[in-house]
């Protein structure tokens, strides 16, 4: 006898399952017309899976909303950052869906991460652009985009994009960018040294030369 197919496998699963809930639901009907339409359309979605690849069918059985469909990520740059500097963070977006997407919005949002002292921060302060349009995205495009922020404060921070699409109800967020801005030095030893020797020399030189010319 040969090996059992699919639709034999998915039959006797369903089978088993409704009955074990009869065995341990006394009102079991509804489970079991439950149990049936669930292994139903796992047959049904698996076969028309194979018959039509990629994910037009799924996305028209199972109705997965769009922003399951759209990734997005936001990359920190590399290197250590300074305060005062404007460093470029590069922000993707991928259509993996198989329809066109249109009006995407993405934003930008940062938050302080200091322990204790979490808070969203004001990125007008930041002078960073909050917010892009992506007019159309195609079935497997991708978008990048640049950010920039001005560093103006020290600590450990997280930035991350938020993609708003107008035909669904829920946003898709990319994982936090960490970084840290460590603080800025108020005294700078190398610099401040030569000033604080030279200075005395300078003037202890100058005094000796007008002190030989007026004699």
């Known amino acids: 006898m040969g090996a059992p197919n699919l639709y034999t496998l998915l039959t006797a699963h369903t089978a088993s399952m409704e009955q074990n809930y009869k065995s341990r639901i006394p009102n079991h009907s509804l489970y079991a017309s439950l149990i049936r339409c669930i292994g139903g359309n796992a047959f049904l979605f698996i076969f ?9 069918m799924a996305e028209r059985f199972i109705d997965i909303p769009s922003s399951e469909l759209i990734s997005v990520s936001l990359k920190a740059p590399a290197g250590p950052l300074r305060m005062g500097e404007v460093p470029i963070f590069t ?3 991928i259509n993996r869906s198989t329809k066109t997407l249109k009006g995407l919005v993405v934003y930008l949002s940062l938050v302080s991460l200091l322990p204790g002292h979490e808070h969203p921060v004001d990125l007008e302060d930041w002078s960073a652009q909050k917010a ?8 497997g495009q991708e978008s990048d985009h640049e950010w920039k922020m001005r560093l103006i404060k020290a ?5 991350a ?4 699409d107008p035909e669904s109800n829920q946003p898709r967020i990319s994982p936090l960018a960490i970084f840290s801005i460590p603080p ?5 030893s190398g610099r401040i040294f030569p000033v604080i020797i030279g200075v005395p020399l300078f003037l202890a030189g100058l005094f000796l030369v007008l002190y030989r010319t007026r004699r």
Do not use: D, E, N, Q
Request: proline letters at 12%; zero cysteines.
């Open 184 to 188: 800025k030095p108020t005294v700078i």
């Open 48 to 56: 028309f899976s194979i018959i039509f690849p990629g994910t037009a």
């Open 161 to 164: 994009l938020t993609i708003v």
């Open 91 to 93: 922000g993707t977006v």
């Open 155 to 159: 600590g450990p921070f997280g930035a």
């Open 132 to 139: 892009i349009r992506i007019a159309s995205l195609t079935p």
